[in-house]
């Protein structure tokens, strides 16, 4: 028995050496499609393989919980779409286009893999479809509610049972109950967090062990820690500058943020500054300490970090090009190391492994 497991073991981890390659997906909206880049994990770099063509404008993207599977925002014309990734070949095949709403400006499939939950900028709703186990999308919605104007994100509890709609415009984050046996959301009693005039929060992500929410402001260019009490309702415990304190007050926004694998540490995207923000996670407290501020390429709309940890690859919206960081994984600080192009207008970074 021993030998047999530990020829599957040896088996898997052969076949995933030899065939998966993880790459990096690029949408650039102005060219309708993806750019697809191998990454050498050895060394960072990026190599172009190829375009693969969109219906229509890609926007935000993000992958199924078995990694199978990525869903593509297709902005202009109000539709969700999803390919199944073939991982040996970086290559996509079309399985589902569903109609949404206007501008889909962020999507996540919740953690049983049933459901992919949509934030809507422009008409400030959210959307719960259904996603069969081949990753094809259902056209018809298991939910769909208004919420506020320029709906950005969509967070939830590990447990499954509460997600967060963060509104840059009312200053909001909208607090919901989740059942994913039927895919509906019900506002939480009290549901509504209102965070002080010209913050904006954007983007959420949640702690991969504890209690613990962070974000950002949009406009404020902060950097912001939440407790998740145990009704769900969150707790803002923690605001911290993401562009130094010389950076004149009002000026430029953040963009995307995203945590470590590890939950050790969390990265902000400072537009106008040009700047990526490394803060550390005490892991015992929850609370932030910066690292240090990294100069990137002109507007940094996203970025991303690579499956080993080891890259961070941070898109220049105004430059066409991606900026090549190495990341230590103990300090988190970012190191340069290069730059290359993608084409007009990089608008979302996926990384696929």
Known sequence: MF?????????????????AKPFLLVSLPDEQHLAIFEINTRTGELTHVRDHKTESDPGPMSVSQDGNTLFVSLRNAGELASYAIDHATSSLKHLSTIKADRDPAYHWQDHSGKWLITAYYHTGRVSVHAVDNMGVLK?????????????????????????????TGPNLIVQFGFDDSTGQLTVLENGSLVSPESTGPRHLATHPKKPWLYGDYEQGNKAVFYEIKPNGLLITKQILSSVPEEWPAGKGATARMTLSADGRFMYVANRGHNSIATFKIHQRWGTLSLVGIYETEPNPRSFVIS????????????????????????TGVLSRKGTVGTGKRPWWLQVIE
């Not at 030998?3 to 065939?19: G, H, P």
């Not at 056209?139 to 939830?156: D, I, K, P, R, S």
């Open 3 to 19: 030998n047999r497991i530990l020829f599957c073991i040896l088996a898997v981890l052969y076949s995933s050496s030899l065939f």
């Open 139 to 167: 056209q018809e919605a298991a939910f769909f509610g208004e919420t506020a104007l320029n709906a950005h994100g969509v967070a939830a509890t590990n447990d499954n049972r509460f997600v967060y709609i963060p509104h």
């Open 307 to 330: 499956p080993c940890g080891k890259w961070l690859y941070a898109g220049g919206q105004d430059s066409g090009t991606i900026a090549i960081f190495s990341r230590n994984r103990r």
